[in-house]
């Protein structure tokens, strides 16, 4: 089998204080994609007002303005209305987020490499860093 074109996807929803992610969380991000550790296929801003309001900003709208220059999303859209419908729900009142689509390119040549092979892979779960975080501090505690 001929390497997979695209590798396993993760939606983040992340929220931030004010209308955009700070500077060094776009300079990671930036730095993440140009070290070929991922690609970003698509990218929105949602901002919900006190009110409940909803307020969507497509990665056109903000690029230039957030440096984004240079970058180019593979699949602009994979992340659909009904998706951010449901992810903008948990984002708080008077706060905003970032609903990212990110191709970690890591995991696509292993994914690949299994079906060179004649494997599948079945199933991912992912646990979040803050929980693998909160259960080491924990472990070390006890210790």
Do not use: C, H
């Amino acid at each position: 089998m001929a390497e997979l074109e695209y590798g396993p996807v993760d939606i983040y929803v992340v929220s931030f204080q004010g209308d955009r992610p700070d500077d060094a969380t776009l300079s990671a991000l930036g730095d993440l994609m140009v070290g070929d550790e991922i690609r970003l296929l698509d990218l929105l801003i949602v901002a919900r007002g006190e009110d409940g309001s909803v307020t969507i900003r497509e990665f056109e709208e903000f690029r230039d303005d957030y440096g984004f220059t240079v970058v180019e999303l593979e699949a602009s859209g994979i992340i659909g209305d009904e998706d951010i419908d449901t992810l903008a729900d948990g984002i708080p009142p008077g706060m905003a987020g970032a609903i990212m689509a990110i191709e970690l390119l890591w995991a696509k040549r292993i994914a690949s490499a299994f079906a060179a092979s004649g494997g599948e892979v079945l199933q991912v779960e992912r646990i979040p860093a803050t929980v693998v975080n909160q259960v080491f501090a924990a472990a070390a505690d006890v210790e």
